[in-house]
């Protein structure tokens, strides 16, 4: 199994280091002959969406990998890669916009509103930190929410694809990655 | 406490293999984010000018740092001056997503640094050197640059900053255990912090490269020296496209071994910050604040 990190901003090493303990394969994507080999999955990390849109479209990488996600390739999208992956962005155009969703950025404020908490996803309790994070103000049909905090959806999960507005990467928690894995394996 | 520091340094994280850039104005603070940068640093005036203008340099007003909040939604950094920590409260009162507490501003203080850990909102401080990092840490920076020499596009300096504190965290690693006691009173740095970098081989915080950086091949040199992302000052609002400049420094920090990107990349970007050489400046502000 491979599972391929975008690598254009953000804490994507956090990522990769997180796939190494639990013994999966990850590589960097950074340009277009990136993605020329085989992969099972894919990981939008944590940094900033709007550099990470950005970068996606001047090194050419946002229709190849739209069509990857669209064709059902398993991606998990945390912070910054929730962003990416919505279908309706509060105030702006979206970005992928495959996962039926409405997220808020920076819903909890600047810095300052930046909080660590121990919460339930899917049923597990898990540490979450949350960095100027965004929540989804709307699901749609078929999303299934694994999260919520204080009555807000912080993690759901449509299809293929998975999303979180907290950081299991910066935790010792391997939970949200192997249920990430339990994804690229049924679909394998 | 130790959640909030902790928090900090991971807001750093999220900014690594990105590019922070100086504006002046909302309006500049969009081209920055639209060009891709990770975070905008609000000031009244560049590096550049702050040098040509002389005086005393102060924080900017925050009015002006508010307006710009309102223009991004990326994250907003602002200076403020060595060891005024008035000016820090100032900004964490607005709510400010990093301080840097800057040489590029006049010290206001020749003794002490702000302490820090004081403080909920996150800092950023320069460095020349293993022992300068290591302070600033422990005084509770979430965040390291070097210092370079703002203001004068002139790489030299942080190279050398980036140079020396490679070379002083891989001769740390080197050390044994017992050994280390020497080297924390030699580099004048609390122990446990240089046990750290000893077992990790790396900063406790990230390590970002700041002060004369004015081309993608300066940001990609940086890079490849190990820096985890760039400040760029004066070198964006000062060049002849700002616009194209910076989008070609974001990009040539995402892939910064990529010669040939690179190259396409530094092709017609018309003309670059005028620099200034070290021999050529009265004003050292990498000497502040050691």
């Keep these: ?188 | 406490m130790e959640d909030r520091y902790q928090l900090n340094k991971e807001l750093a994280q999220m900014l690594k293999g990105g590019v922070i850039m100086d504006v002046t104005t909302p309006e500049q603070a969009v081209i920055a984010q639209e060009a891709g940068a990770c975070a905008v640093m609000a000031l009244e005036r560049i590096p550049a000018d702050i040098r040509a203008a002389g005086g005393v340099s102060r924080m900017s007003d925050p009015a002006m740092i508010r307006s710009i909040q309102e223009a991004v939604t990326i994250p907003v950094m602002a200076k403020c001056r060595i060891g005024h920590f008035v000016e820090a409260q100032i900004l964490e009162a607005i709510e400010i997503d990093y301080i840097d507490e800057s040489e590029v501003l006049s010290p206001a203080d020749d003794v002490y640094h702000v302490d820090k850990r004081q403080f909920k909102v996150p800092f950023v401080c320069g460095a020349r050197d293993l022992g300068e990092a290591l302070r600033r840490i422990a005084e509770g920076a979430s965040m390291i640059r070097t210092k370079g020499e703002p203001g004068t596009g002139d790489i030299v300096q942080a190279v050398r900053h980036m140079r020396m504190m490679n070379s002083q965290i891989r001769h740390a690693v080197s050390l044994s255990e017992d050994e280390l006691y020497e080297e924390a009173k030699k580099l004048q740095v609390p122990y446990d912090l240089l046990k750290q970098v000893h077992d990790s081989g790396r900063l406790p915080v990230v390590n970002f490269a700041a002060g004369g950086v004015a081309t993608p091949a300066d940001a990609a040199l940086m890079m490849q020296l190990g820096a985890e992302g760039v400040f760029v000052g004066s070198g964006i609002f000062k060049s002849g496209d700002p616009v194209k400049r910076a989008s070609a420094i974001v990009q040539a920090v995402t892939n910064y071994t990529d010669a040939k990107l690179i190259a396409e990349l530094s092709s017609g970007l018309g003309e670059a910050m005028v620099g200034i050489n070290e021999q050529e400046i009265k004003l050292i502000m990498e000497e502040r604040g050691k």
């Design chain 1, 1 to 188: 199994m491979r599972i391929g990190v975008l690598a254009l901003q953000g804490a994507f090493a956090e990522h990769i280091s997180k796939l190494k303990q639990i013994n999966v394969e990850a590589f960097e994507i950074r340009q277009l002959k990136d993605l020329s080999g085989h992969f099972d999955g894919l990981i939008l990390p944590g940094g900033e969406s709007t550099a990470m849109r950005k970068l996606l479209g001047d090194l050419s990488l946002y229709e190849p990998l739209k069509e990857i996600i669209q064709n059902g390739l398993p991606v998990f999208g945390t912070c910054a890669g929730m962003i990416l992956l919505a279908k309706e962005i509060e105030g702006e155009e979206p970005c992928f916009g495959t996962l039926d969703i409405t997220v808020k950025r920076n819903a909890y404020g600047r810095q300052l509103g930046s909080f660590r908490c121990v919460d339930e996803f899917a049923g597990k309790e898990i540490e979450m930190p949350f960095i100027r994070a965004p929540y989804a103000e709307r699901v749609g049909e078929g999303v299934n929410v694994l999260s919520r905090i204080k009555g807000k959806i912080v993690a759901v999960q449509q299809d293929n694809q998975l999303a979180t507005a907290f950081h299991p990467e910066l935790t010792n928690d391997t939970s949200v990655y192997e249920y990430f894995i339990k994804m690229v394996e049924n679909r394998r």
